[in-house]
């Protein structure tokens, strides 16, 4: 066609009259852009503008109204010449509608994809209360008085019950990470520890199968990264799980190899080998499919739901990394994956973690804790304001300094700290941040205005280690940020960055702190990791019976007096006790209470009304039962007689 500058057609061929239906002098007699659906006369008169400032060809889109008042999508190819426009115009209707079906059917299955998962989601979550009230209420009853035969029938509820659990986890975080609902975080890390609570989480079946487990770290690799801890001990667990699992005899071997590093990031490969069933090259290849096994005899002898590598590849590609797998049929696999971690700032990192390798020790138990060598950590009788408005907290960590030359004063809250400030010099302030009277942020605000952070650096110290309480940390003027419960080399590392220069103290220490033996009968309390707890306090077992002690004095009545406080609509006291509980939990090793607090601290400041206080309640029972048993345990240890 042929149009002029005013906006009619001066000619048009006869295909104009096929498509819309108008005869020739129908379509002449009117402007154009009265054909043109009033959803693109917009967009069409700005085409035809800037077809005549640009001189230049111009292709564009649009709907043009037939005789019948239906619509038939052109495709425009337009060139200016002298006053008149030449153009070529192209009925794409038919590929239009298709295109726009499928656009709808993509999002219909998006759309069908999404609620799929959110439904499994929510299914799997509502299933967990119940599993986990099976199993603590197994748990409790394992604890008393049975016969041999209501014993052996009851690990068998237990343990059908925490594979149940399990396979229910497997569904929440595949549906969490298909909804995009999974957030990899950015937190201190030590890859030595993770790998150390993954061995020790298999340590019961490698010793059934007589196993040999072999670890092998970089000698210079930093002891303290970024990372997601949560995340990384998930898929090493997966995979060094499967390795046991699928290897009868022989060894399995983790490594982590450092390939590359600059001022800013390490990359790192980890992989585990096992001698186990291996796979063939046809069955390595669907492996990571999801709801797949490599071989469909694999699930009815092993169990499983095949979603396990899935979440595994899925979790790493999260974290910036690739996963692979390297098998031989009835030699053994390989399955390896490599992530870049961020380093953490200069000066907050402990010394370099050593290669080491526990097979063929002989006697020597190959699956008791990994002794670190580590730098002497002396504090040289730093000064050490410690504001926790928790009395156990307040005990752990000033036990811990005082035990590597520290000089401690306590604060119960911001604003005693505030007055203690204007006696004697500190050193350093470690600093809570969710306190009664006034909090951590406000508190070191207050002191920002008297004295500058080369002056008196603030320590952040909390349970809380979302990025959000760190960027706040920062804003508020804190220099660092200790998670707890405490890790004493971590704590210990961090001060020692600020430490001026003391004579140095009388107090002397042994280079490593190595963990209790596993084989304890306290370790494997349920409800209660004894051997962590002892860790975080230097193996010091007498702090630990007081702690446990003022444990049950202070909480024992706690899921009564939160009832109490919800129903009298006290929410900030509910939400205080519960945040000091999950403080105070990880701190003695009740990590399960501890990440039931956490959950409904979530739930409380969600202000949602979905509250599970029966859960906390059970968690609470069965820790506190645990505590009780643990006690009477150390206690009749000294009186008996020897053998």
């Known amino acids: 066609c042929i149009a002029d500058q005013e906006g009619h057609f001066r000619r048009l061929n006869r295909s104009w009259e096929e498509t819309l239906g108008y005869t020739l002098e129908e379509l002449t007699s009117q402007r154009f852009i009265d054909f043109v659906h009033p959803e693109d006369i917009e967009a069409t008169v700005a085409a035809v503008s800037a077809l005549n400032e640009k001189k230049q060809i111009l292709n564009f889109t649009n709907r043009y109204r037939c005789k019948d008042g239906s619509y038939r999508w052109i495709q425009w190819r337009s060139v200016p010449y002298k006053d008149l426009i030449y153009a070529a115009a192209r009925d794409i209707t038919e590929l239009k509608l298709t295109q726009l079906q499928l656009e709808q059917r993509t999002k219909e299955a998006e759309a069908a994809n999404q609620a799929k998962s959110e439904f499994l989601a929510n299914m799997s979550h509502e299933i967990r209360t119940p599993m986990n009230a099976i199993l603590g209420l197994s748990r409790l009853l394992l604890e008393t008085e049975l016969d ?14 925490q594979a149940l659990l399990e396979i229910l986890n497997d569904i929440l975080d595949y549906s969490k990470i298909e909804a995009g609902r999974i957030e990899i975080e950015q937190l201190p890390i030590s890859v030595e520890e993770v790998i150390r609570n993954t061995v020790g989480l298999f340590r019961a079946k490698i010793e059934e199968k007589g196993l040999i487990v072999s670890v092998e770290l970089p000698p210079a690799l930093p002891p303290v990264l970024q990372g997601d801890p949560m995340r990384l001990s998930q898929v090493l667990n997966n995979l060094v799980g499967n390795a046991v699992k699928f290897t009868e005899n022989g060894e399995v071997r983790l490594k982590v190899e450092q390939m590359q590093e600059d001022s800013k990031t390490v990359t790192l490969c980890f992989s585990v080998q096992d001698t186990g069933i291996g796979l063939a090259e046809d069955e390595a290849e669907r492996l990571f499919q999801a709801f797949t096994q490599a071989d ?62 526990e097979a063929g020790m002989g006697t020597t138990d190959p699956l008791k804790a990994f002794p670190v060598q580590q730098q002497i950590l002396e504090l040289n009788r730093l000064r050490i304001l410690l504001v926790e408005d928790n009395r156990i907290n307040q005990e752990v960590a000033a036990e811990i300094l005082r035990q590597y030359g520290a000089e401690v004063t306590l604060a119960d809250h911001g604003a005693d700290a505030l007055k203690l400030l204007t006696g004697p010099g500190f050193d350093v302030v470690l600093m809570d941040l969710h306190m009664p009277v006034m909090d951590g942020f ?15 650096p603030v320590i952040a110290m ?15 003027g804190m220099v660092d940020f200790v998670a707890k419960p ?72 706690a899921a009564d007096e939160l009832a109490g406080y919800l129903v009298q609509g006290q929410n900030e006291n509910a939400l205080y006790l519960v945040h000091n509980i999950k403080g105070v939990a990880g701190t003695v090793g009740a990590m399960q209470l501890m990440k039931t607090a956490a959950t409904l601290e979530q739930q409380l400041r969600s202000d949602a009304g979905q509250a599970d206080l029966d859960f906390f309640a059970r968690e609470l029972e069965l820790t506190l039962s645990a505590i009780n048993r643990y006690l009477l345990d150390q206690e009749q240890s000294l009186i008996r007689p020897y053998s």
């Open 296 to 357: 469909s005899t694999i699930s009815r002898k092993y169990g499983g739901t095949g979603l396990g590598l899935t979440i595994c590849q899925r979790l790493v590609a999260l974290m910036g990394g690739t996963i692979s797998v390297s098998s031989q049929k009835n030699i053994g696999s390989t399955f390896s994956f490599v992530i870049q971690m961020d380093k953490v700032p200069p000066g907050t990192a402990a010394e370099n973690l050593h290669s080491f390798s």
């Open 148 to 161: 041999l035969r209501q014993k052996d029938f009851l690990h068998k509820v237990y343990s059908a019950s």
């Open 486 to 557: 405490v890790n004493p080399v971590e704590l210990l590392t961090v001060l020692k960055r600020f430490q001026k220069a003391k004579s140095p103290s009388s107090v002397h220490h042994e280079a490593a702190v190595v963990p209790p033996d596993m084989h304890d009968s306290g370790s494997a309390l349920p409800s209660l990791d004894v051997a962590t707890a002892l860790r975080r306090m230097s193996g010091n077992t007498n702090l630990f019976a007081s702690l446990l002690k003022s444990f049950i004095n202070e909480h024992a009545q």
């Open 462 to 476: 909390t349970a809380a280690v979302m990025q959000d309480d760190r960027e706040r940390c920062t804003a508020a």
């Open 442 to 456: 406000e508190a070191t605000r207050k002191i920002r205005e008297r004295y500058d952070s080369a002056t008196l």
